[in-house]
């Protein structure tokens, strides 16, 4: 499974999102960097407010 893949079956559909696996922070294509098995994915989506 891909970055892209887990957003798409979460329904993540932020414009902006940060992703980091195992505490690593990925800026690569999302549509191309595998998940590890048993990895610690956590997906934070910026919003801006005022």
């Known amino acids: 499974m891909t ?4 957003l798409a079956q979460l329904r993540y559909s932020f414009p902006h999102i940060i992703v980091s696996i195992n505490g690593e922070v ?12 048993g990895a610690d994915v ?4 910026l919003i801006a407010g005022g």
């Open 42 to 45: 956590r997906v934070i989506h």
């Open 3 to 6: 970055i892209a893949d887990l």
């Open 26 to 37: 990925i800026t690569k294509d999302f549509a191309t960097h595998p998940i590890p098995d």
